[in-house]
């Protein structure tokens, strides 16, 4: 055998032999393209840059390929463009609504009134029949750490919507693969179609947070409601996505259980979640073939007994009367406004270019005269662009391929948020930006489903573009949200888009009498009253500004004007209250008490719960008939309302004013309890303290108002004082030193103004 294995071994050693023959040519060849290379470079250097771009692009298609599906990327991308978007809206004023919600509101004003939140709807003084504690709740949070700076309140708005960004982007993340998206047939399938997926929840997230449509929701302190809404029903159905995987059956229970308090926030912090639970059922029940039925019904079950608990809910506060009365409209009017809706919503998500508040679809002015009839027609283009919106749906949901089911999804989502601001049924308004915080996300995955059905090379060009798309929309984001840094930029730039509504050139107006020109806002507010004559606010402004340039007989009939319809126009306008107000200090100020008791009185039988009255009417009771007359009024409306911080500041001062030293220090300690920040109450206490020489306890009240106000000088001055008759001499030295260095920087500042 060893013969046999040598003959072998001989045989393979000669096969190399024969290569050798073979490859003999090679060598040299190869020598002379080394030494050709060498002495001609210019023929290798394109050659060599190809390979370089080549290899350049492998290189980029591999870290794109990498990195396009790792999700903490997708939400640090989300938040970070979404808050560099909105950044110029950080240092915005308070501005239209922020000045009551923000500022005057009581239930903002202590961590004590977070339930007594629930019972009231959120405007106090109208017929509004909003019901929106959780905003209430997010407020009184603001209140306690950022006090009056508005920063800290647009940061909150801010974060709310970067939330909500990435929210959806993982809900998208978990519902997409139910929807069967366009599949290659590779080797390498299921994780081409997790990228894919991946990055369409991506892209669309990214959409939704940088679109500008979406800054009235998030620049606009009082705009919150939406995103509140949208992060606690985005956060629910993420909830119970995650209860389905669980396998053990108590943390299931508790995280079903978080599920529905989510929905019942979201119901509470804005009417819109009732959509958000539409689609969840909708999701449910038809995109989820393989779930059986009783798993179904039971979830339906609980969505019902989420829906009837917020019902109760809405039962605490008091009954108003219906904040919109019926427009008249018929069919084929509201039919077109549908369509010039939808038009315009298309319009401004494809291509957001004259934003403004106060838009509106339809203004019965216009059909006064010839003129106005040929800017009404002009108007018919956007009922043209909403039949395109409707038939590219249509027939994009209607069209077969993979991801037909995502397609019909979106159509769905867009179409289920779409029709209740229509116009089909009465509104406050026939279009508002805002409105398509929601509706816009099913328009968006519905492009992302035409998206997957794109060739594998398209679809590069079709991200290319998206990204593009989000590049322009941040641009116009940033632009827009400087539109919210004061009042007066707010409202010129309103007006001159286009948003030529009574309200603008009211608070324009206000803005001008508030700086002592008169006859400016006098201009702004009869032009106002020429577009709406019997708008009560425009003629209790007006009358106003008459009176501070001494036409007071004219001012005088524009308040009892205001003041005999005010019945009347309290079911359109808020504050209507005002004229009678303001009749009743003319009165006073020209010395007829009586007759401005008679108002007062007459005004209090229909505002039974606006303070102001009951405040102006005290006062004028203190003075003419003494405390104890004004504190029968004051004490009944404090039973009636214990969350009022100026009733029980007002009733402890009447009773301090009757040397009720008990009774008064009770009032304003609950007083104290009542805003957190205020220190009016305090003070008092410190005051009767020191009177009943209870120094002791007038240094810790009067601490506690140092501390609510650190950066105030009189704080320290007081505390001084205080510490002084204490025998404390160094630390008396100590807070009035503090009072002179603040007094100094206020001063400085002052002078740098």
């Given at each position: 055998m060893?013969?046999?294995?040598?003959?072998?071994?001989?045989?393979?050693?000669?096969?190399?032999e024969?290569?050798?023959?073979?490859?003999?040519p090679?060598?040299?060849?190869k020598?002379?393209v080394?030494?050709?290379s060498r002495?001609r470079p210019?023929?290798?250097?394109?050659?060599?840059c190809?390979?370089?771009?080549?290899r350049?692009?492998a290189?980029?298609?591999h870290a794109?390929?990498s990195?396009?599906?790792?999700s903490?990327l997708h939400?640090?991308?989300?938040?970070?463009?979404g808050?560099?978007?909105r950044a110029?809206?950080?240092?915005?004023q308070?501005?239209?609504?922020?000045?009551?919600?923000?500022?005057?509101?009581?239930?903002?004003k202590?961590p004590?009134?977070?339930?007594e939140?629930?019972?009231?709807?959120?405007?106090l003084?109208?017929?509004?029949?909003?019901y929106?504690p959780?905003?209430?709740?997010?407020l009184?949070?603001?209140?306690?750490?950022?006090?009056?700076?508005?920063y800290g309140f647009?940061?909150?708005?801010?974060?709310?919507?970067l939330v909500?960004?990435?929210?959806?982007?993982?809900?998208?993340?978990?519902?997409?693969?139910?929807?069967?998206?366009?599949?290659?047939?590779t080797a390498?399938q299921p994780?081409?179609?997790?990228?894919?997926?991946?990055?369409v929840?991506w892209?669309?997230?990214?959409l939704?947070t940088?679109h500008?449509?979406?800054?009235?929701?998030?620049?606009?302190i009082?705009g919150?409601?939406?995103s509140?809404a949208?992060?606690f029903?985005?956060?629910?159905w993420?909830l119970f996505?995650?209860?389905g995987?669980?396998?053990?059956?108590?943390p299931?229970?508790?995280?079903?259980?978080?599920?529905?308090?989510?929905?019942?926030l979201a119901?509470?912090s804005r009417e819109?979640?009732?959509?958000w639970?539409?689609?969840?059922l909708?999701?449910l029940f038809?995109?989820q073939p393989r779930l059986?039925?009783?798993?179904?019904?039971?979830?339906?079950?609980c969505?019902?007994?989420?829906?009837a608990?917020?019902?109760?809910?809405?039962?605490?506060?008091e009954?108003?009367?219906?904040e919109?009365?019926?427009?008249?409209?018929s069919q084929?009017?509201r039919?077109?406004?549908m369509?010039?809706a939808?038009?315009?919503?298309g319009?401004?998500?494809?291509?957001?270019?004259?934003?403004?508040?106060?838009?509106t679809?339809?203004d019965?002015?216009?059909?006064?005269?010839?003129e106005g009839?040929r800017?009404?027609?002009?108007v018919e283009?956007?009922?043209?662009?909403?039949?395109a919106?409707?038939?590219?749906?249509?027939?994009?949901?209607?069209r077969?391929?993979?991801?037909?089911?995502?397609?019909?999804?979106?159509?769905i989502w867009f179409?289920?948020?779409?029709?209740?601001?229509s116009n089909l049924v009465?509104l406050?308004?026939?279009?508002?930006?805002?409105?398509?915080?929601?509706?816009?996300v099913?328009l968006?995955?519905f492009?992302?489903?035409?998206?997957?059905?794109?060739?594998?090379?398209?679809?590069s060009?079709?991200v290319?573009?998206?990204?593009l798309w989000?590049?322009?929309?941040?641009a116009?984001s940033f632009v827009?949200s400087?539109?919210?840094?004061?009042?007066?930029v707010f409202?010129?730039?309103?007006l001159a888009?286009g948003g030529t509504?009574?309200?603008?050139?009211?608070n324009?107006g206000?803005?001008?009498?508030r700086r002592g020109?008169?006859?400016?806002?006098?201009?702004?507010?009869?032009?106002?009253l020429?577009?709406?004559?019997?708008?009560?606010l425009?003629q209790n402004?007006?009358?106003?500004?008459l009176?501070?340039?001494?036409?007071?007989?004219e001012?005088?009939k524009l308040f009892a004007a205001?003041?005999?319809?005010?019945a009347?126009s309290?079911?359109?306008?808020p504050?209507?209250?005002?004229?009678?107000?303001n009749?009743?200090?003319?009165?006073?100020?020209?010395?007829?008490?009586?007759e401005?008791?008679?108002?007062?009185d007459?005004?209090?039988a229909?505002y039974p719960?606006?303070?102001?009255?009951?405040?102006f009417?005290?006062?004028?009771?203190r003075?003419t008939?003494?405390?104890?007359?004004a504190?029968?009024?004051?004490?009944e409306?404090?039973?009636?309302?214990?969350?009022?911080?100026?009733?029980?500041l007002a009733?402890?001062?009447?009773?301090?004013?009757?040397?009720?030293?008990?009774?008064?220090?009770?009032?304003?300690?609950?007083a104290?309890?009542?805003?957190?920040?205020?220190?009016?109450?305090?003070?008092?206490?410190?005051?009767?303290?020191v009177r009943?020489n209870?120094?002791?306890?007038?240094?810790?009240?009067?601490?506690?108002a140092?501390?609510?106000?650190?950066?105030?000088?009189?704080?320290?001055?007081m505390?001084?004082?205080?510490?002084g008759?204490?025998?404390?001499?160094e630390?008396a030295r100590?807070?009035?030193?503090?009072?002179?260095?603040?007094?100094?920087?206020?001063?400085?500042?002052?002078?740098?103004n």
């Amino acid at each position: 055998m060893r013969p046999v294995e040598g003959e072998v071994a001989r045989a393979s050693r000669l096969r190399p032999e024969e290569g050798k023959s073979e490859t003999r040519p090679t060598r040299p060849e190869k020598r002379n393209v080394d030494r050709g290379s060498r002495l001609r470079p210019e023929e290798r250097k394109p050659e060599a840059c190809a390979t370089l771009v080549a290899r350049s692009a492998a290189a980029f298609r591999h870290a794109f390929t990498s990195y396009s599906g790792k999700s903490w990327l997708h939400c640090v991308s989300i938040a970070l463009i979404g808050f560099v978007v909105r950044a110029p809206a950080l240092q915005g004023q308070l501005i239209w609504d922020d000045q009551f919600l923000a500022r005057d509101n009581p239930f903002i004003k202590s961590p004590l009134l977070i339930l007594e939140a629930f019972r009231h709807h959120l405007f106090l003084d109208s017929f509004s029949a909003h019901y929106r504690p959780v905003q209430n709740i997010s407020l009184i949070v603001d209140y306690f750490f950022w006090n009056t700076d508005t920063y800290g309140f647009h940061l909150t708005n801010v974060l709310l919507h970067l939330v909500s960004g990435v929210l959806l982007y993982f809900l998208l993340r978990k519902l997409l693969p139910s929807f069967s998206p366009v599949r290659e047939q590779t080797a390498d399938q299921p994780t081409t179609v997790r990228r894919d997926l991946s990055l369409v929840a991506w892209i669309v997230a990214l959409l939704w947070t940088v679109h500008p449509v979406h800054s009235a929701a998030i620049d606009y302190i009082s705009g919150r409601a939406d995103s509140l809404a949208f992060a606690f029903a985005c956060g629910g159905w993420l909830l119970f996505l995650r209860a389905g995987r669980q396998v053990s059956r108590l943390p299931c229970v508790g995280l079903f259980a978080l599920a529905a308090l989510c929905g019942l926030l979201a119901l509470c912090s804005r009417e819109s979640a009732f959509i958000w639970i539409a689609l969840f059922l909708i999701h449910l029940f038809a995109f989820q073939p393989r779930l059986q039925l009783r798993p179904k019904l039971m979830v339906l079950s609980c969505c019902l007994c989420v829906v009837a608990a917020y019902a109760g809910l809405r039962q605490l506060p008091e009954r108003r009367p219906a904040e919109n009365p019926s427009a008249g409209w018929s069919q084929p009017v509201r039919a077109t406004l549908m369509m010039r809706a939808l038009g315009d919503y298309g319009r401004l998500m494809i291509f957001p270019a004259n934003l403004h508040m106060e838009r509106t679809l339809f203004d019965p002015a216009l059909l006064r005269d010839r003129e106005g009839w040929r800017r009404s027609v002009a108007v018919e283009y956007l009922s043209v662009f909403g039949l395109a919106v409707l038939a590219a749906l249509t027939l994009g949901a209607s069209r077969k391929g993979p991801a037909r089911q995502l397609r019909v999804f979106g159509a769905i989502w867009f179409f289920a948020a779409f029709l209740p601001i229509s116009n089909l049924v009465d509104l406050n308004a026939t279009v508002a930006e805002h409105w398509l915080y929601l509706p816009s996300v099913g328009l968006l995955i519905f492009l992302g489903g035409c998206a997957l059905e794109l060739p594998q090379r398209s679809r590069s060009i079709a991200v290319v573009f998206a990204l593009l798309w989000v590049a322009g929309l941040s641009a116009r984001s940033f632009v827009r949200s400087g539109d919210w840094v004061s009042s007066e930029v707010f409202y010129k730039r309103t007006l001159a888009a286009g948003g030529t509504s009574a309200r603008m050139g009211l608070n324009l107006g206000l803005i001008y009498g508030r700086r002592g020109a008169y006859a400016s806002a006098e201009q702004v507010f009869r032009k106002v009253l020429q577009m709406a004559p019997n708008y009560p606010l425009a003629q209790n402004n007006l009358a106003d500004a008459l009176s501070r340039q001494g036409k007071i007989a004219e001012a005088e009939k524009l308040f009892a004007a205001v003041e005999q319809g005010a019945a009347e126009s309290r079911k359109d306008y808020p504050r209507t209250w005002v004229g009678a107000l303001n009749h009743a200090k003319m009165r006073r100020n020209a010395g007829e008490n009586d007759e401005a008791l008679a108002i007062l009185d007459r005004a209090r039988a229909d505002y039974p719960h606006v303070w102001e009255f009951i405040s102006f009417e005290s006062e004028i009771l203190r003075q003419t008939k003494g405390p104890d007359a004004a504190l029968l009024l004051v004490e009944e409306f404090a039973r009636d309302n214990w969350w009022h911080y100026g009733a029980f500041l007002a009733l402890g001062r009447l009773h301090a004013e009757k040397n009720d030293a008990q009774r008064a220090e009770t009032a304003l300690r609950h007083a104290s309890w009542l805003d957190v920040h205020d220190v009016q109450a305090l003070n008092l206490i410190a005051t009767m303290q020191v009177r009943q020489n209870r120094l002791a306890d007038a240094c810790i009240a009067q601490r506690r108002a140092v501390s609510r106000q650190p950066d105030e000088p009189s704080q320290y001055l007081m505390l001084s004082d205080i510490l002084g008759k204490m025998g404390r001499r160094e630390e008396a030295r100590l807070a009035t030193a503090q009072f002179a260095h603040l007094q100094s920087l206020t001063q400085s500042q002052t002078a740098a103004n």
